[in-house]
Every structure is written in C-alpha cells, then in structure tokens.
Antibody, heavy 121, light 107 residues
C-alpha cells in the first residue's frame, strides 16, 4: 500500500524549532518530487516547499524562506522539514505529499494524514 | 504570485443535483490546474489533474474543464459522500497556489 506518515508535530514556543518527518512506503521514494503543504486551523491549503528526487533543487513559499529547510534521505525513504524561528502564524496541520510530474501535468497524488504544529507561549 | 479565486465559497445542494465550481487564475496557467476534495479532518484527495484528467479511482461523475485562466469542476449528480470542501491548485509555477476552497453542504 502506498503510504505517507508524518510525525514530529507538537507544541513549541515562538522562536523555537521543530523537525517534521514523513515516512514513505509502497513506492520507490527516490523517483518522486516531494512536498510539504500546510493548513492553518479553519483555513485553506498553503504550499510550503518542494524537493527534487535527488535533493538538488528545493523551492519554498516566501513566508518560510530562510526559516524552514526541506530535505530527504532516499536510503531511508524519508522526507523532512526543519522549522526554525517559528511564529504563531506557522500554526497548522502539516501534510507531506507525493508530487507527480508529467509532460503537461503536475499534481500531488498521495497525501499523508498530517501532523499538527502549534506555536504558542 | 498567481492568485487562484474560487466561486462560490460555499453552496448548498441536494443529492442528485448537478454542481459546478469555478476557479479563475490571475494569469494564464495553460492547463496546469488540479482539483482536490477534502473532507472534515482528513487529508486532501486528488480528483482532477491537468484541468480535465480524472485521477485513478475517482468516480466519473466528477469532471474538469478549462484552460488559460478559467476552469470548472462539475459533479454531474451529487452523492452523499461528495459533501466536502473542494480546492483548485495551479502547478504552472512556484509558488504553487491554491484557491480559497468551496464548501459543498447538504440542502
């Protein structure tokens, strides 16, 4: 079964750090771009970051640039999001998702259940 | 950044109704438009990619159309399990952006 399972969420104080993990199974992880998407409580979806198969290319939404780092370990079928200098507005459910890229399409076809990050004093 | 505007933001419909949701991009995105369904407390699920391609396993009552800046998601005959929030998303360029969502509720 193709599956993504996030972990590492929790309560952290403003200015603190947290590292999210996403364990992939059921597919060849190293063949796919991967992404993080977040959803603040009661709000819509926001793309956070993408990483290429090899890790050689990474892209971020402006609001997290310089604070968040996406990375992956293909040997361990794992995706990570290191989050530093956290702010209240980073409070959200964080989803990891698999990205499929075709000749004329590009979408997130597999999603994890998400992990909740709460930034509060 | 490309802004994605969905309308309506919510709608009430009955089982069996035909439902149409629209999504407009602030600039042309060709056909790089995807639709997702999200039920309360659950992860989003891909329904339509490339504006009109049905994701494997998704019922054929869902369809998508459009290109350039204007797109639609149509549910031909609304079923009880279709009550959810629907999001469009452009994959034309980073930052990848989502519409604000359309909540489909029971009338």
């Amino acid at each position: 079964e193709v599956q993504l399972v996030e972990s590492g969420g929790g309560l952290v104080q403003p200015g603190g750090s947290l590292r999210l993990s996403c364990a992939a199974s059921g597919f060849t992880f190293s063949n796919y771009w991967m992404t993080w998407v977040r959803q603040a409580p009661g709000k819509g979806l926001e793309w956070v970051a993408n990483i290429k198969q090899s890790g050689s290319e990474k892209y971020y939404v402006d609001s997290v640039k310089g604070r968040f780092t996406i990375s992956r370990d293909n040997a361990k079928n794992s995706l990570f999001l290191q989050m530093n200098s956290l702010r209240a507005e980073d409070t959200a459910v964080y989803y990891c998702a698999r990205r499929i890229v075709g000749a004329s399409d590009d979408a997130f076809d597999i999603w994890g259940r998400g992990t909740m990050v709460t930034v509060s004093s | 950044d490309i802004q994605m505007t969905q309308s309506p933001s919510s709608l009430s419909a009955s089982v069996g109704d035909r439902v149409t949701i629209t999504c407009r991009a602030s600039q042309s995105i060709s056909r790089y438009l995807n639709w997702y369904q999200q039920k309360s407390g659950k992860a989003p699920k891909l329904l339509i990619y490339g504006a009109s391609s049905l994701q494997s396993g998704v019922p054929s009552r869902f369809s998508g159309s459009g290109s350039g800046t204007d797109f639609t998601l149509t549910i031909s005959s609304l079923q009880p399990e279709d009550f959810a929030t629907y999001y469009c998303q452009q994959s034309y360029t980073t930052p990848l952006t989502f519409g604000g969502g359309t909540k489909v509720e029971i009338k």
